[in-house]
């Protein structure tokens, strides 16, 4: 099968430090060299080199974590889909976690530009001892009349296999022609994002100094969360603008390290 951008890379523990053991890709998708905002935490960027998705583009990403690895990743840049003309663009990644691994992966946003089509699902199969924590945000683009919601469609699709069952599917549908201002869709906001904390660590004692904290977001957005059937927390956020949800997804995110890793929060962002 072909390809536009395949990557592909493992993470392992070596005393007591997370080290990328192998790593390969090929078209239009790299990878940097991992840089140690955490002594023993890489954090990886993963590289679009062609400035942004177009017509029938096709990408594949794969990440395993063995037993034990603490890995960091996020993007460059956000993911800009352009006008689809025949084919709409797909981007599939997929995690495996192992024992006791840790995943925190906050890509930058999807931007979506007039007469787009995306598809794109990410699959994580993990263990009981693992954590993922995943951040997507879903943002309309610049067209030329001025109008948002200019893209044709959106699905967005998240599976989590549990100890080898099925034990979370989250599918996001957003369709233009439908209108998306009113109830049941956007509710007048513009901007979408996602967060997915899966952890052994989310703890009802933790869920409820997270329903504290949440008292302190910015009045500015619609905010909802729920608890998946497994260890976890879902976060939905409905905001006027990109930053807005950033910021929210950057206070949950040092909570949940300082509260389960006892960890200092890092900044992701490139600017």
Same mark, same amino acid.
């Given at each position: 099968?072909?390809?536009?951008?395949?990557?592909?890379?493992?993470?392992?523990?070596?005393?007591?430090?997370?080290?990328?053991?192998?790593?390969?890709?090929?078209?239009?998708?790299?990878?940097?060299?991992?840089?140690?905002?955490?002594?023993?935490?890489?954090?990886?960027?993963?590289?679009h080199v062609g400035g942004g998705y177009v017509d029938g583009d096709r990408y594949k990403t794969e990440i395993m974590l063995q037993e034990g690895a603490h890995l960091i990743a996020t993007?460059?840049?956000?993911?800009?889909?352009?006008?689809?003309?025949?084919?709409?663009?797909?981007?599939?990644?997929?995690?495996?976690?192992?024992?006791?691994?840790?995943?925190?992966?906050?890509?930058?946003?999807?931007?979506?530009?007039?007469?787009?089509?995306?598809?794109?699902?990410?699959?994580?199969?993990?263990?009981?001892?693992?954590?993922?924590?995943?951040?997507?945000?879903?943002?309309?683009?610049?067209?030329?009349?001025?109008?948002?919601?200019?893209?044709?469609?959106?699905?967005?699709?998240?599976?989590?296999?549990?100890?080898?069952?099925?034990?979370?599917?989250?599918?996001?549908?957003? %369709? @233009?022609?439908?209108? /998306?201002?009113?109830? &049941?869709?956007? !509710?007048?906001?513009?901007?979408?994002?996602?967060? #997915?904390?899966?952890?052994?660590?989310?703890?009802?004692?933790?869920?409820?100094?997270?329903?504290?904290?949440?008292?302190?977001?910015?009045?500015?957005?619609?905010?909802?969360?729920?608890?998946?059937?497994?260890?976890?927390?879902?976060?939905?956020?409905?905001?006027?603008?990109?930053?807005?949800? %950033? @910021?929210?997804?950057? /206070?949950?995110?040092? &909570?949940?390290? !300082?509260?389960?890793?006892?960890?200092?929060?890092? #900044?992701?962002?490139?600017?």
């Open positions: 099968m072909s390809w536009s951008g395949l990557l592909q890379c493992t993470a392992v523990e070596k005393n007591g430090r997370t080290v990328i053991s192998d790593c390969y890709y090929e078209g239009a998708l790299k990878l940097t060299r991992p840089v140690y905002l955490h002594p023993s935490q890489p954090t990886i960027y993963l590289i993007t460059q840049s956000a993911t800009k889909i352009y006008k689809t003309v025949k084919v709409p663009v797909q981007q599939y990644t997929s995690a495996y976690l192992d024992d006791q691994s840790v995943l925190e992966f906050f890509p930058d946003p999807v931007i979506a530009y007039e007469k787009a089509q995306f598809y794109q699902e990410m699959t994580v199969y993990m263990k009981e001892s693992s954590t993922f924590i995943y951040g997507d945000i879903i943002t309309p683009g610049w067209s030329e009349s001025g109008e948002l919601f200019r893209y044709d469609w959106i699905r967005s699709k998240l599976k989590i296999y549990y100890e080898d069952n099925l034990k979370l599917f989250d599918h996001l549908y957003l %369709e @233009t022609s439908t209108g /998306m201002t009113g109830i &049941f869709q956007m !509710e007048g906001y513009t901007h979408f994002g996602s967060l #997915f904390v899966i952890s052994p660590f989310m703890t009802q004692d933790l869920l409820q100094k997270f329903e504290s904290m949440a008292a302190r977001f910015p009045a500015s957005v619609h905010l909802g969360w729920s608890i998946p059937m497994i260890p976890g927390l879902v976060i939905r956020v409905l905001a006027h603008e990109t930053h807005a949800i %950033e @910021t929210i997804f950057q /206070m949950i995110h040092q &909570f949940i390290r !300082e509260e389960c890793f006892q960890e200092e929060p890092i #900044f992701l962002r490139k600017y």
